[in-house]
Structures are given as C-alpha cells and as structure tokens.
C-alpha cells in the first residue's frame, strides 16, 4: 500500500537554529499538508498546499515557517529559527483530489525536539 | 466545521466488538462523517467515511443515524492492535480542505 515517508524520525536542534523537515508525498497526490502533535495535545492544522502554493495556513504557521516542493517528489517544512514551543511531533500528509470524501495519507511523523 | 463530541475514553476485550459513538448535532446536509485513529506513536489513519448511508469496509462498519446527528464507527472483533485514539470529523463538502481534530476516544484493549 502506498505510504507518505517523513524524514527524519527524530531531530534533536539547538533554539535558534533552522530545520527542514522531509516528507515524500504519494506520487499520484495533488495536495500535501503539514500537521503537528504538542505531546499531550491534539493534532493541530499548520499548512494545505497545491499546485505549487500555500492554499490555506493556521494561525500557527507565521513567518518563521515556510513549505516547499523542490523537485515534485519531495515536499519539505522549514522552521527558521527554532523555539522551545515548536518541540513536537510534525506529520506530513497527501491527499489525492482534494475533495471532502477523500482519506488523508499520513506519514509517521517527525519528532522535532528543540534544546 | 460543525463539532463533535466523543467519549474521552473506552475499554473493550480482545475479540469483542466495540461500538465508538459520535455526536454531532449540529451537522449540516452537506458534511461527511469521517473516522480517523491514531496508534501509539503513529500519524493518523484514515479509517471510514460516510454521508448518510451506512458503510462497510476492511477495517470498520459505520452506522450513522437517521437524522445524521450521531454516528457509531464499529470494530466488529477487536485486538489489541485496535488500541488507538479515534477521532469523529466532519468535513463540508464545500469547506476547507484541513482536518480538524478533536481529542477523540482513547479505547483501550483488554486481552
């Protein structure tokens, strides 16, 4: 079966510092999003993008994050300059067309712990 | 969105079916129910989703109400590979493309 790959499983960074997240969508999916988990807490939205843009962010998602699809196979999240708060568990997720019926994919996750 | 509501937490046995409800009250004609769960230290999983017929598949029956305003997702024998969180979510058929989740139900899985 088909599978969202995020890497990698673990990041340890220093506060301050920059990250990029990977994650691989499914090949034949049109729309990627990135979600993250506060331990303890629920899965928040952060960002939905398609056809090489942002189509809808959360109020989380300010300016120190950004997203990207370098190569059309790779769909990574930037944090640029790292806080305490931004310790959590950060999902990648691909969906096919979209559309209110269809199943999210979702990858295992990053865990992102900041010193 | 609309909201849901779910138990905090269920316990069931191994090989027993489980019965997870959900309520939304306030849903609209034009939102689907889906089912999402999350094993321990795994993304979410896309588990069933629904509009106003009941629904079978590999892993799980929903069953949602006449009136569509609660919805029951089943496990029809449960194992412990079942131990998740399960979270209701309503998406409107013209609304934005995220998910929004709620805690969900933490059921729990007796051998």
């Known amino acids: 079966e088909p599978e969202v790959t995020q890497t990698p499983s673990h990041q340890v960074t220093q506060m301050g510092q920059e990250v990029i997240l990977r994650c691989v969508p499914i090949s034949n999916h049109l729309y990627f999003y990135w979600y993250r988990q506060i331990l303890g807490q629920k899965v928040e939205f952060l960002v939905s993008f398609y056809n090489n843009e942002i189509s809808e962010k959360s109020e989380i998602f300010d300016d120190q994050f950004s997203v990207e699809r370098p190569d059309g196979s790779n769909f990574t999240l930037k944090i640029r300059s790292t806080k305490l708060e931004d310790s959590a568990m950060y999902f990648c997720a691909s969906q096919q067309f979209g559309e209110s019926s269809d199943g999210y994919t979702f990858g295992s996750g990053t865990r992102l712990t900041v010193v | ?111």
């Open chain 2, 1 to 111: 969105d609309a909201k849901t509501t779910q138990p905090n937490s269920m316990e069931s046995n191994e090989e027993e079916p489980v019965h997870l409800p959900c309520n939304h009250s306030t849903i609209s004609g034009t939102d689907y129910i889906h089912w999402y769960r999350q094993l321990p230290s795994q993304g979410p999983e896309y588990v069933i989703h629904g509009l106003t017929s009941n629904v079978n598949n590999r892993m799980a029956s929903l069953a949602i109400a006449e009136d569509r305003k609660s919805s029951t997702l089943i496990l029809h024998r449960a194992t412990l590979r079942d131990a998740a969180v399960y979270y209701c979510i309503l998406r409107d058929i013209q609304g934005a493309q995220k998910l929004v989740f709620g805690q969900g139900t933490r059921l729990t899985i007796n051998p």
